[in-house]
């Protein structure tokens, strides 16, 4: 399943409009640092009520921090529409909405519950992977930009190749971070004496329930459909159908189920 990347397919030409435009990107880029950050730096917050070691509060967490991932593959994803400026801030956008994950997650590192702990550190390892490629991406434009018009232009066919690249590196990614998004649910599980999965959740009817309905709202009722052989999935979207699956799976019990 393969990632829109039409942010990457940017049109190329020479000439001094690209001269101007990085003298109007400079003062872009400061804005685009500036004016969007403190409003959702004042939103993502995480649930500091919420204790640690709770394998209910983990996954509300869990998805509260999938939505931000979303909404950052939105401004990631937005096609280019002729302003070099405004793909650049869309890329920094992204980057600030992928941080507001770590934010909410970052409380439960510290988790005395081994399932809860590993599963966060996968997460915050693959969105230092999602953040630097994005990073990259950014550099990889600003430089095209930079030779744009001059002799050190390296040609259509290398940019193409360049840009190839980088989305390659993208689309690894977001592989990892819903792939590490789907172990999360390994907290939700219990083991018996020699290890082994016992079909049982360590959460009650209620709170699988509102894990269910937080999912629908966070990302529509299409994910109680499951995944359809013949329909293409981003890997975000697919995480979000395969996490609500699991949770609808009527072979795992809840543990106020006798």
Not at 177 to 206: E, N, W
Not at 234 to 246: E, P
Request: hydrophobic content about 40%.
């Amino acid at each position: 399943m393969a990632l829109n990347r039409s942010v990457l397919l940017l049109p190329v030409r020479r000439g001094r409009s690209f001269r101007v435009t990085c003298r109007v990107l400079a003062i872009a880029l400061i804005i685009s640092v500036l004016v969007p950050a403190t409003a959702r730096a004042a939103s993502c917050m995480p649930d500091f009520t919420a204790s640690n070691n709770d394998p209910f509060a983990y996954l509300k967490s869990v998805v509260q921090s999938l939505t931000w991932a979303g909404q950052g593959l939105v401004y990631e994803e937005k096609p280019f529409d002729g302003s070099w400026e405004r793909a650049v801030y869309n890329l920094k956008s992204a980057r600030e909405y992928y941080a507001c994950v770590g934010t909410i997650l970052a409380g439960f590192v510290e988790s005395k519950d081994d399932k809860i702990k590993g599963t966060t550190e996968l997460i915050l390892e693959a969105l230092d992977l999602l953040r630097f490629s994005n990073e990259q991406v950014e550099k990889e434009l600003v430089e095209l930009l930079n030779q744009a018009g001059t002799r050190q232009w390296p040609g259509n066919g290398t940019v193409s190749e360049r840009l190839a690249t980088t989305r390659h590196n993208l689309d690894i990614a977001w592989e990892k971070l819903m792939g590490s998004f789907l172990m999360t649910t390994y907290a939700l599980v219990t083991y018996d004496d020699r290890g082994r999965l016992t079909h049982r959740f360590r959460i009650t009817k209620v709170q699988r329930q509102g894990l269910k309905q937080q999912l629908v709202k966070e990302f529509g009722p299409s994910v109680r459909k499951g995944l359809r052989k013949e329909q293409a999935y981003s890997y975000f979207r697919a995480a979000t159908i395969k996490m609500y699956g699991f949770l609808a799976d009527p072979k795992w019990r809840p543990s106020d189920d006798s």
